[in-house]
């Protein structure tokens, strides 16, 4: 078996789309993903991209995704947010998450971010068992807050 983490390549869309679209079934949520795949590709590879990320091939086939984008803190500075990390239901327990989270860390001390912040599922408790192993810390206190817009998909990032 051959693994290689490497940055996501515009080529790497379509099957980064299939795994967001198999964590969002994982979260009970299949309804929530409306981004167009032409969205996805220009907001991560168009003029100016809003993402980045990296995958993880397993024998030459995506089976891992791991996408962030940067936060600004006015306490800690740029931070670098992790939206999507995902491994193929099949590909678990191989590691690939693993990498992919270390690759994390390592991109965001060179890009010299302050830290690394992401969301989890009070009911994934595999998530949150994961992340615990890097002496993670979850804050009880914050709660998420969102409105939602209709997007005109004709002005893209």
């Known amino acids: 078996m051959s693994i290689v983490i490497r940055k996501a390549e515009r080529t790497d869309c379509v099957r980064m789309m299939e795994l967001v679209r198999e964590l969002a079934l994982y979260e009970k949520a299949p ?23 990296f995958v993880a091939e397993v024998d030459g086939v995506v089976q891992g995704i791991a996408l962030y984008y940067i936060r600004y803190s006015t306490w800690k500075g740029c931070r670098m947010f992790l ?7 099949n590909a678990r327990g191989k590691g690939l998450g693993k990498l992919l989270f270390d690759r994390l860390i390592e991109e965001a001390k060179e890009k010299n971010f302050s830290g690394m912040v992401w969301q989890v599922l009070e009911w994934n408790e595999p998530a949150i068992n994961f992340y615990k192993k890097y002496n993670a810390k979850f804050d009880p206190e914050w709660w998420n807050g969102s409105i939602e817009f209709t997007v005109s998909r004709k002005s893209e990032v």
Do not use: I, K, R, Y
């Not at 981004?35 to 991209?49: C, K, M, Y």
């Not at 939206?83 to 239901?89: A, R, W």
């Open 31 to 53: 309804q929530e993903v409306t981004v167009t795949q032409e969205h996805f590709e220009e907001s991560g590879f168009g003029p100016n991209p809003v993402w980045w990320a």
């Open 83 to 89: 939206e999507d990390l995902v491994v193929s239901e």
